[in-house]
């Protein structure tokens, strides 16, 4: 039961370009998005979020656009870097209750330099 | 900055044995969740618990897992037959009303 698809499982991209990291969702239920960043061997570290009622959120490099009509969402990473590179989860709950999380596969980012 | 500690980092067991994984959350915050990542799978919540009682849990939840706050810092989860598909990351956080912190996890080897 795919709710939350990252289709692509590596994404290559050069230094000080952008990496645009993408997310599809089925249960329109979904109010409230996060994207994790996971180093190997550590645990994931929240990156940045968004709730239904924007359509985007900014930090930094860092930028989420959502889609409600399309079920879609995307992290927008600008400009990239190489410590960049790790694991990108988007993950997605209802009821504004990030506590119950339902994840995607995972993006593995790589950023050359 | 305040961090989620998890131990043991690595974890082998036998078939039917019992495994408790320990964790200390962020020491202000109310709410602890166990979550699983099977290799090459998606990372997968198991419980919630809030106020000395689960909140909610998923059906992977089953009666052979099991969680404890005994003591106001840790917070653990107990397997109480462990089965090979048990092997897995298993990672703990906590949070307040902000977002989750995760620890580095613990593997769990089940052979």
């Known amino acids: 039961d795919q709710q939350v698809k990252q289709n692509s499982p590596s994404l290559s991209v050069q230094e000080g370009r952008i990496s645009i990291l993408n997310c599809d969702y089925t249960?329109?239920?979904?109010?409230?998005f996060l994207w994790y960043k996971k180093y190997p061997a550590e645990g994931p570290t929240f990156l940045i979020s968004?709730?239904?009622i924007k359509d985007k959120n900014e930090d930094g490099r860092f930028t989420v656009f959502l889609n409600k009509s399309a079920k879609h969402l995307s992290l927008h990473i600008v400009p990239s870097q190489p410590g960049d590179s790790a694991v990108y989860f988007c993950?997605?709950?209802?009821?504004?209750?990030?506590?119950?999380?339902?994840w995607g596969l995972g993006t593995s980012l790589a950023v050359n330099p | 900055e305040p961090e989620v500690t998890q131990t043991p980092s690595h974890q082998v067991t036998q078939m039917g044995q019992e495994v408790i994984l320990r964790c200390v959350p962020i020491?202000?915050?109310?709410?602890f969740y166990w979550y699983r990542q099977i290799l090459g799978q998606k990372v997968e919540f198991l419980v919630s618990?809030?106020?000395?009682?689960?909140?909610?849990k998923s059906e992977i939840f089953d009666d052979q897992f099991s969680v404890e706050r005994p003591d106001g810092s840790n917070f653990t989860l107990k397997i109480r037959s462990t089965k090979l598909e048990d092997s897995a990351m298993y990672f703990c956080?906590?949070?307040?009303?902000?977002?989750?912190?995760f620890g580095n996890g613990t593997r769990l080897t089940v052979t």
């Open positions: 968004i709730s239904s």
């Open positions: 020491s202000n915050h109310l709410y």
């Open positions: 249960n329109s239920m979904f109010d409230y």
């Open positions: 956080a906590s949070s307040g009303l902000g977002p989750l912190h």
């Open positions: 618990f809030y106020n000395n009682e689960i909140s909610e």
């Open positions: 993950a997605a709950s209802v009821d504004g209750n990030n506590r119950k999380l339902i």
